[in-house]
């Protein structure tokens, strides 16, 4: 059973693997339980309010001191047309973790070391975000309507993350960081490496440019949420590259020892 264990171990940690065998259940099932738990984690954060009203009217006051309070602006423009709320809306739902999930797969069949790339940075900046979310709570700005604030999810589309059937996996004052937007840069970074191809690679930085107008014009987050949203996706992505480069290669030489 050790010896079989660690066969596995050493067949998983195989970055350029092509083909596909029965432990990748495993490791498929293993990367749905972390994704799930995140969101359930990230979902049990929602007794802080006052806490969370306090810090989204720091942020707005910091970022009125700097003149770059722009989220208002935003959030006007988008809906003085039906066309640009649809857009964002459609980019804030659908080019998020629906998007990531399809790459991902695809990745996985084709370019495992990249599929990795990407599972690992996901997962690790999830990591990092929970710890902000416990720490510092923060009210996104659809919830401060006194500044003319429109939830445009909840007004103009179907797809609303308050849905009865999401509230388990919503934290309501998750706000602080945006990985819609650092999921979105990292997106863009892993295509960037994996094709060649220009249509690609501008095609991962549209999602990355459209979502970072989204997540304002839509009134989900302020523009410091999606900074420290950058800042911890590029930390999580400097671990994976630590563990494609590093990491994994020591476990592989370790294991491959041990089964000689």
């Known amino acids: 059973m050790r010896i079989k264990l660690l066969r596995y171990m050493h067949e998983v940690t195989a970055p350029d693997r092509t083909r596909v065998a ?58 003085a047309a039906s066309w640009r709320v649809a857009l964002f809306n459609f980019v804030y739902f659908w080019l998020d973790f629906p998007l990531i999930v399809g790459v991902g797969l695809f990745l996985f069949w084709r370019s495992r070391r990249h599929y990795t790339l990407l599972r690992d940075s996901l997962l690790i900046s999830g990591a990092f975000a929970l710890v902000v979310y416990w720490t510092f709570p923060v009210a996104p700005p659809r919830y401060l309507p006194e500044w003319g604030f429109v939830d445009t999810m909840q007004q103009y589309a179907k797809l609303s993350y308050q849905a009865q059937s999401l509230a388990p996996f919503v934290n309501p004052f998750a706000a602080v960081p945006s990985l819609h937007v650092g999921w979105a840069l990292l997106f863009a970074i892993v295509l960037y490496e994996v094709s060649p191809s220009r249509i690609v690679r501008v095609g991962g930085l549209g999602v990355l440019g459209l979502q970072s107008v989204a997540v304002i014009a839509t009134a989900n987050h302020f523009l410091f949420d999606a900074l420290v949203g950058i800042v911890i996706s590029l930390a999580a992505l400097g671990v994976a590259y630590w563990l494609d480069r590093a990491g994994y290669p020591m476990i592989r030489d370790s294991l491959r020892r041990r089964l000689s």
Not at 40 to 68: C, K, N, P, S
């Open 22 to 79: 029965w432990f990748d259940l495993v490791e498929l099932a293993l990367v749905v339980l972390g994704f799930l738990l995140y969101f359930l984690v990230r979902g049990g954060v929602v007794d802080r309010t006052a806490e969370a009203f306090a810090h989204a009217r720091w942020i707005i006051d910091g970022q009125r001191a700097a003149g770059v309070f722009i989220e208002p602006m935003v959030n006007e423009w988008a809906l």
